[in-house]
């Protein structure tokens, strides 16, 4: 069974980080692209930040540019979202996925979310 976790979500105050995991489990997804999405309260789930198998594209969200970094670990079968500098608009449910690449308009697997909550 083809399962990702993700964890390491939770309340912050503003300016501060936290970091998001996403471990896979059911087979390997070294060669597959992952995503990290999100879904604030009453708005569209949006790409936050993707990064291909190897690692060498990467792509990020204007939104977060330059606080928010994208890794994967192929031995671990896991991919994290380190957040600095949070903001109350970071607000919402965090998801990971797996996909063909990281401009991809479909994505195959997906996680069940963790809450992440920024306060003012």
């Known amino acids: 069974q083809v399962q990702l976790d993700e964890s390491g979500g939770g309340l912050v105050q503003a300016g501060g980080s936290l970091r998001l995991s996403c471990a896979a489990s059911?087979?390997?997804?070294?060669?597959?692209?992952m995503g990290w999405f999100r879904q604030a309260l009453g708005k569209e789930r949006e790409l936050v930040a993707a990064?291909?198998?190897?690692?060498?594209?990467?792509y990020y969200a204007d939104s977060v540019k330059g606080r928010f970094t994208i890794s994967r670990d192929n031995a671990k079968n896991t991919v994290y979202l380190q957040m600095n500098s949070l903001k109350p608009e970071d607000t919402a449910v965090y998801y990971c996925?797996?996909?063909?690449?990281?401009?991809?308009?479909?994505?195959?697997?997906w996680g069940q979310g963790t809450q992440v909550t920024v306060s003012s």
């Open positions: 996925a797996a996909g063909p690449a990281p401009w991809a308009t479909r994505w195959d697997y």
């Open positions: 059911g087979r390997t997804f070294s060669s597959d692209a």
């Open positions: 990064i291909s198998w190897s690692g060498g594209n990467i």
